[in-house]
């Protein structure tokens, strides 16, 4: 017991995973500065994650576990998310964390039938030990892959404090993002997909005939319109005060508007030449990914590059999703409600 109760109290410890085969958490050291070099909090970006301490379910007192306010990013994928949540890292206030696994365990298991009660003790039991804030920050903010966007209703539900940025990309650039990455994106696209039927999440029935007859575009389009359907159906139950749109194009525009209006709608305090450090230091102007030189206007370059190679048929998937979400009263270029 001792053990689990220092672990708890350390949030160096982070709750990597969840194993339903005996019902515990695993846990496995990441620093701060782990989060910071990290792209995700995944076993190829942490490494050492075979090291993992196991701590049954029933020996963690929810009551025990520390916990700062929480908020969150959820996405659309491909839309800077990963920029968002390097805003963040802003030590004494806040951290972000990456795409943690633990909440892909949990949607995982939802697909291969949990049963409801258990499933919500989980992921309240997980949303806590999330909330365990590193050093003396006072607010945490998760961004989950957009795989967890299906449970994103529910962890607002459990979390009725817990405010939320809807990140997207305009479709046009989605498509593009896809088609850059070549095999692998589209690949992805298909597989994102796949994940999304089974949770039953897609914004429009298909017959498996007519899923197979889509071309990859398509296929990464109707997952771009699945989700953003659910982000939609969360802001109209929540309000836009307390979930708000924001597109990858105005996150880019102008860095330090974007940088006090995030801060501002989780309710995180930031002064103005912190914000001024975060806009011009390298949150913006290094590659999420690689660590790279990066600018909005490098970003765009390459976009429309992909674009005009591939404009035909991303006109013409783009067109097809406006005509989809049409026909279910779906804006597809929701307002940054931001100001």
């Not at 998937?317 to 307002?335: M, S, T, Y």
Request: aromatic share 8%; charged share 25%.
């Amino acid at each position: 017991m001792s053990d689990s109760l220092a672990i708890l109290a350390d949030p160096d410890w982070l709750p990597h995973r969840y194993d339903e085969t005996d019902d515990s958490f695993r846990f496995v050291r990441v620093s701060r500065e782990d989060h910071r070099s990290a792209s995700f909090l995944t076993d190829e970006h942490l490494g050492g994650t075979q090291n993992f301490i196991a701590v049954p379910r029933d020996r963690i007192d929810k009551s025990l576990v520390p916990q700062a306010p929480i908020h969150f990013i959820f996405h659309s994928a491909y839309c800077c998310s990963t920029l968002a949540a390097r805003m963040f890292d802003l030590e004494g206030v806040a951290m972000g964390f990456k795409e943690p696994v633990l909440l892909n365990d949990i949607v995982g298991w939802r697909r291969r039938g949990a049963e409801t009660q258990s499933l919500a003790e989980v992921l309240d039991l997980s949303l806590s030990l999330l909330s365990r804030p590193l050093g003396h920050d006072q607010h945490v903010v998760i961004k989950p892959s957009s795989i967890a966007n299906v449970i994103g209703p529910a962890i607002l539900a459990m979390r009725p404090n817990a405010r939320a940025l809807l990140l997207y990309a305009p479709i046009e650039e989605f498509l593009s993002s896809i088609a850059v990455k070549g095999l692998w994106g589209r690949q992805w696209a298909r597989t994102s997909l796949i994940g999304q039927a089974k949770d039953h999440a897609l914004s429009h029935k298909f017959t498996t005939e007519e899923l197979l007859e889509l071309t990859d575009l398509q296929i990464a389009g109707l997952s771009w319109l699945s989700h953003l359907a659910i982000f939609t159906r969360m802001q109209k139950k929540l309000g836009a005060n307390r979930v708000a749109f924001c597109d990858s194009a105005t996150l880019l525009r102008d860095p330090l508007r974007t940088t006090k209006a995030f801060y501002r709608h989780l309710e995180i305090p930031l002064g103005y030449s912190e914000a001024q450090a975060i806009a011009e230091g390298p949150v913006f102007t290094r590659n999420s990914k690689d660590g790279a030189a990066y600018s909005a206007d490098d970003r765009q370059a390459r976009l429309d590059h992909t674009r005009e190679y591939n404009r035909e048929e991303i006109d013409m998937v783009a067109e097809w999703i406006r005509q989809l979400a049409k026909g279910i009263d779906l804006n597809v270029n929701p307002e940054t409600n931001l100001d």
